[in-house]
């Protein structure tokens, strides 16, 4: 395999693996609120809260959170199968989902009849899973089995079996032999998986060792792999395995930062941990919130005169996203690619922010699963009591943030001349309309919007897209020819933040609009 198609691969992988964090914001909200607001600080303060009904509303808005998190690497499976499954994906996720169970069953099987589990008092790296007893394989064991059934079904979904056995023909096959694999795969799990939770402690205690310079690599490291989609696979492993930290929370072992912080808010007395608080992207409440929006004005106050109203119109709609969700995609693209200077400086305040807020035990989730930086800030932050989160420094790191960003930027941009958005003479930001142009029927036209159509045409033309996908912030398109796909400054004229041009396509970021796009993109050119 090329150099290329590795690439292309751990690109599609991360968009799958992006797929279940999705659905976490709405719970880390539920999460946040409820326990913000059963916190002792917040009921003394506000005594209406000690009321029955409301206890009982708040307590269910935490359970609701929970759930989703407690089941993430059930999650994790279904959007893997699901995700890579060429035809017929819902028996894709049925069969996952039928897998994981069937794996977990199996692997508590084993551990029973060797006295390896003690359902009253589990050890560390085991849990009870959807009711089961059973070693905790996090998301990685979620993951792994999610691509084995991905393969299986992609194989068998069109199997035709002797007419003996035919009532097993084509998508029936699926989750049967996905049932059978997956008793094979427990029993391999239940021998091997000891040993690299093992390896897994080893190497978040190496880890946890670095402090202050690890934290700075962690923030540094993850935007720079951002222009190439692979920054996942920095923070992703720190979130959900024991990698980002162990504590037992509760009377329970729970791992990965994400699941530890989460547990903590639903604590009656929540105590936070700057170890565990690093890996949620506590940085990401400085860069998303005051770094990137001072960055914005500084491209506003350099722009050209005459280009200075749409260009606002443009950078506002980039810093919404940052500061109430977390998606710094659509900004970041502004400058990323005609200004890399810009880029690099704005890494390494990244890699500062997580290590100022490292120091300063700053323990303030910033990354979307915890519903972005400012509701983070609000819930996770202000409600939980400054002598458990130190909210109080956001405001005044945030402030000194906000004026090395503004002047940083400022400073490059008008030294090197640099061509941000509006201070190149060919930007002229019109609005164009290529419905008319692309070869679609009028039933297609009928279908969706005209910047669909744009998009379309974009992209070469109905003739030239293979799939149409999306992630946060990108529109994710493979083609027949790249060479079809109109340049960047194309791009821009219909919406677009940026292009990015991949092994086997394009990605246009176009922030939360993305996924909009895809969807009315696949009802037009009916692709599944």
């Known amino acids: 395999m090329k150099n290329g198609k590795y690439f292309a691969f751990f690109q599609q992988l991360g968009k799958m693996l992006m797929t279940p964090v999705m659905i976490l914001p709405i719970a880390g909200i539920l999460m946040g609120l409820g326990a913000a607001l059963t916190s002792n600080t917040v009921v003394q303060a506000m005594p209406f809260l000690e009321h029955t009904s409301v206890q009982y509303i708040l307590t269910l808005l935490k359970s609701v959170g929970s759930i989703v998190f407690n089941n993430l690497p059930v999650i994790f499976a279904i959007s893997i199968a699901m995700g890579y499954a060429k035809k ?6 049925l069969s996952a989902f039928l897998a994981f169970m069937v794996m977990n ?9 060797t006295g390896s589990i003690d359902p ?3 050890k560390t ?14 998301v990685f064991g979620g993951i792994i089995l999610g691509f084995i059934v991905a393969f299986l079904h992609n194989r068998y979904y069109t199997i ?8 097993f023909n084509g998508t029936k096959f699926v989750p049967m032999v996905s049932i059978l694999t997956a008793i094979i795969f427990g029993f391999i799990m239940s021998g091997i998986w000891p040993f690299f939770q093992s390896g897994l402690s080893s190497l978040s205690d190496v880890i946890k060792g670095t402090g202050a310079s690890g934290t700075f690599i962690y923030g540094l490291s993850e935007r720079l792999l951002l222009p190439f989609g692979l920054h996942h696979f920095v923070y992703l492993p720190f979130f959900f395995t024991s990698l980002g930290g162990s504590e037992i929370i509760g009377g329970k072992v729970v791992e990965g930062a994400v699941n530890i912080f989460q547990a903590q808010l639903g604590m009656s007395n929540p105590q936070f941990d700057i170890d565990v608080s690093r890996f949620v992207m506590n940085g990401k409440i400085l860069i998303a919130s005051f770094g990137l929006p001072a960055a914005a004005l500084a491209m506003y106050h350099t722009a050209k005169g005459n280009k200075k109203q749409k260009v606002k119109a443009l950078l506002i709609a980039g810093c919404i996203p940052a500061i109430f969700m977390g998606v710094t995609e659509p900004i970041e693209f502004t400058f990323l690619f005609i200004a890399p200077v810009l880029y690099v400086f704005h890494a390494i305040m990244a890699g500062i922010a997580y290590l100022v807020t490292y120091l300063f035990e700053i323990n303030i989730p910033g990354s979307t699963a915890f519903g972005g930086p400012f509701f983070s800030f609000i819930f996770n932050g202000v409600l939980q009591g400054n002598e458990k989160t130190h909210w109080v420094y956001v405001p005044i790191i945030g402030i000194i943030y906000f004026t090395v960003y503004y002047f940083g930027f400022r400073y490059f941009i008008l030294k090197f001349n640099l061509k941000t958005p509006g201070r190149d003479e060919s930007d002229d930001f019109t609005e164009i309309t290529a419905a008319q142009e692309t070869k679609l029927t009028s039933n297609e036209v009928a279908a969706g919007s005209a910047i669909v159509y744009d998009i379309i045409e974009a992209l070469g033309s109905k003739e030239n897209i293979i799939s149409v996908d999306a992630c946060w912030s990108r529109l994710r398109v493979k083609v027949k020819d790249k060479d079809k796909v109109k340049d960047e400054a194309y791009w821009k004229k219909i919406g677009a933040n940026g292009l990015v041009k991949v092994n086997d396509g394009v990605q246009a970021i176009y922030g939360a609009k993305a996924d909009i796009y895809k969807t009315q993109i696949r009802e037009i050119l009916d692709l599944d």
């Open 160 to 167: 035709s079996l002797p007419p003996i056995l035919s009532v």
């Open 88 to 93: 017929e994906k819902g028996v894709a996720a």
């Open 120 to 122: 009253a008092n589990l």
């Open 125 to 138: 790296g085991q849990s009870v899973i959807l009711g089961v007893p059973s070693l905790d394989t996090g």
């Open 105 to 113: 069953v199996t692997m508590n099987s084993i551990l029973t009849l």
